[in-house]
């Protein structure tokens, strides 16, 4: 119980940063951030662009290491060395550009580097993770024709849905989603907020950066707003609206 | 029903392409050479004899190709690799001296590799210079004379041997293709290069380590090469800074005619042996034609033109 810095359930968040520090060179990119998340909890971050959002998912993923600063995981402090590490330790990023290979089928994208093989040969278990795949995405009820389609005939849509069964398939404890309905139509944008919301049930953080508010008022439990990489606030979505944010995004009316 | 249902969704153009364009030219020739022997199994052995290092040095390319590199040089190895094999045999053992013709494909292959994984340098530039180079080394390396390989085992193993009545080239075929397939399809390694060239950021954030899988292909690729020198030396029973010299139009054509993509991230080792055998048909049917060599490159220049059409309409779409 160590980790519990400032929080208002009993258990540990399952992500804790406390005083986060990121400067490239003399450039500040982050300053002094600090944020709980829980399981079972949506947290939006919000802000300009250029305010540092991500810089601060690639932090938390572990592309960037902080300045300063600590990153406790389920209370335990953590150190990433890279995005593998981070990832091992059931943190997982839904990229803004997906992150797919194309030309390959959707079961060999969701077990990309981690495939399944079997043995004596150690040879790639295509079966298993066709029916695994499978599975997975029914369960998300995301609609493709079949794990075995090709990721580059799939619409936008299904392709996004394919990177966040991804994500929540690997994933233990915390999801990032970066822009994740930034290319979607309306429907498809819907069609992935549903599969966000499920991610609850899961019991997974889930940190989201959105450039919609009406999409963030949807889905998150809070609000956190960076402006030029320092954080304004965090705001319950029930107890704040439209209008606070805004200005706490762009700082006119001085409420923050 | 879904396994023949995929299967029937797997033969999209590419493939088939290879396999129509196959059988069609067979039956063109068969047809029209018929008289010429074209269809004797002699005639037939042969041409599985002349593609053998053809069809190693494309399974070499097919993984370099899929991971979005490219290797210009295997040309020059060849003379190298099979250079170097011929002047370590006259004073040591066989076994030194393949060991020598593949090491130096290796070694070749590798500092391809560590140019472009590590410095992250273009592999078509890196290789323009590195065929130059070695073409170059060829020809000083023992001052543009051949080398006689008068080793009997040697000759046997690499060249005009028999197993079970079987000629080794064709055994060598056989095993590098089925090798080549399993770990092109089956492995995490074929996986990783797969991906690495469909998108290597994608790759590279999945935890595929992609400058290990850069080096791989291209050090692959060398020691292909390499092997193919020693089936040449082996053959000819001579080493000559002129071995490999013509290969590398022919097995660029037979890898693109075979249905891997030239920028990444999809590829077959069936598709390449296939290519590879279409060439050597293509030469020796168009020699039992009465054609001239001359006309065997334009015949030969157009068929490359047709299926990097064919290859990039398919990508594009």
């Known amino acids: 119980m160590a980790g519990s810095i400032s929080s208002v359930s009993s258990p540990d968040p399952v992500l804790a940063l406390a005083n986060i520090h990121k400067a490239f060179g003399g450039i500040v990119a982050i300053e002094d951030f600090s944020l709980d998340l829980h399981a079972g909890e949506i947290v939006a971050l919000v802000g300009d662009n250029g305010a540092g959002k991500s810089t601060l998912v690639k932090i938390v993923s572990g592309v960037h290491r902080p300045t300063s600063g600590e990153i406790r995981l389920d209370g335990d402090p953590v150190s990433f060395s890279d995005a593998s590490s981070a990832r091992s330790l059931g943190i997982e990023v839904v990229y803004q550009d997906l992150a797919l290979a194309d030309q390959q089928p959707v079961y060999m994208n969701m077990f990309l580097g981690r495939e399944l093989i079997k043995p004596p040969f150690g040879l790639l278990d295509r079966k298993r993770m066709h029916r695994e795949c499978q599975q997975l995405v029914d369960e998300l009820d995301v609609r493709i024709p079949s794990a075995g389609s090709v990721i580059r005939d799939l619409s936008g849509g299904q392709r996004q849905g394919i990177a966040i069964a991804r994500a929540t398939h690997w994933a233990s404890k915390l999801v990032l989603l970066d822009e994740p309905t930034a290319a979607l139509g309306v429907a498809e944008t819907a069609k992935v907020e549903e599969q966000v919301a499920s991610l609850k049930e899961k019991n997974l953080a889930i940190l989201i950066i959105s450039h919609s508010l009406d999409q963030v008022f949807r889905l998150a439990d809070r609000i956190c707003v960076l402006r030029r990489g320092q954080q304004i606030g965090v705001r319950e979505t029930a107890k704040t609206d439209k209008n606070e944010i805004v200005s706490m995004i762009t700082g006119v009316s001085g409420k923050s | ?317």
């Open chain 2, 1 to 317: 029903m879904t396994s023949s249902l995929s299967l029937l969704r797997r033969l999209d153009l590419q493939r088939s392409v290879i396999y129509v364009g196959f059988l069609a030219i067979f039956l063109f020739f068969a047809a029209t050479l018929y008289d010429d022997g074209f269809l004797t199994s002699r005639n037939l052995t042969n041409i599985v004899l002349q593609t053998a290092p053809a069809t190693i040095m494309a399974i070499g390319l097919v993984f370099a190709l899929s991971a979005g590199e490219i290797d210009l040089s295997f040309g020059s190895v060849v003379a190298v690799s099979a250079l170097s094999a011929a002047v370590v045999m006259q004073s040591f053992p066989m076994v030194v001296g393949i060991l020598a013709g593949l090491g130096a494909g290796a070694l070749i292959g590798a500092m391809n590799g560590i140019l472009v994984a590590y410095l992250r340098l273009p592999s078509f530039l890196v290789t323009l210079a590195t065929m130059g180079l070695f073409a170059g080394i060829a020809r000083s390396m023992t001052d543009l004379r051949s080398i006689p390989v008068l080793n009997d085992t040697f000759t046997g193993i690499f060249g005009s041997g028999k197993l079970f009545s079987i000629p080794s080239l064709v055994l060598w075929t056989i095993f590098a293709v089925a090798i080549g397939h399993i770990v092109y399809r089956s492995t995490r390694f074929g996986a990783h290069v797969l991906a690495t060239g469909d998108n290597a950021r994608a790759a590279q954030v999945s935890g595929i380590k992609v400058p290990r899988i850069r080096l791989g292909v291209l050090t692959l690729c060398g020691t292909m090469a390499g092997l193919a020198g020693l089936l040449y030396a082996g053959r000819l029973q001579a080493a000559k800074y002129t071995l490999g010299e013509s290969d590398l139009m022919t097995v660029i054509a037979a890898v693109i005619v075979g249905g891997t993509a030239l920028n990444g991230g999809k590829g077959s080792i069936i598709g390449a042996l296939l290519g590879s055998l279409l060439m050597g048909m293509l030469n020796n049917g168009l020699i039992l034609m009465g054609l001239d060599v001359s006309d065997q490159m334009i015949v030969r220049g157009l068929i490359i033109l047709i299926a990097v059409a064919v290859s990039l309409r398919d990508t594009s779409r």
